[in-house]
């Protein structure tokens, strides 16, 4: 079984920045492509970035200047550098990565990591 465990949200300032961790634990032979969603109150869960094995990235229109996503193959572990913060980031945040394990692939979701955008 791997778990993905997610940390770096919080409340911040308008202009401000966090950075968003998710790590990946348990049985992996590899992961493909990795990816930060989020998922406002009352709205449904958008993509809000993606980065494929090889490091090619994609953002959502409203991230792109602003969001940095990043990862470290050797940790299992994607990152998302948010700055320029706005009110409407306002979200919980989940990663999501596609995992192959014991010739098996499937996606797996981080718990969900609360950021608050707010002055």
């Known amino acids: 079984q791997v778990q993905l465990v997610e940390s770096g949200g919080g409340l911040v300032q308008p202009g401000g920045s966090l950075r968003l961790s998710c790590a990946a634990s348990?049985?992996?032979?590899?992961?493909?492509?990795m990816a930060w969603y989020r998922q406002a109150p009352g709205k449904e869960r958008e993509l809000v970035a993606s980065?494929?094995?090889?490091?090619?990235?994609n953002y959502v229109d409203s991230a792109k200047g602003r969001f940095t996503i990043s990862r470290d193959n050797a940790k299992n572990t994607v990152y998302l550098q948010m700055n320029s913060l706005k009110p409407e980031d306002t979200a919980v945040y989940y990663c999501?990565?596609?995992?192959?394990?014991?010739?098996?692939?499937?996606?797996?979701w981080g718990q969900g990591t609360q950021v608050t955008v707010s002055s």
């Open positions: 348990g049985i992996i032979s590899s992961i493909d492509s």
């Open positions: 980065i494929t094995r090889s490091g090619s990235t």
């Open positions: 999501k990565m596609e995992i192959w394990s014991s010739f098996s692939r499937y996606d797996a």
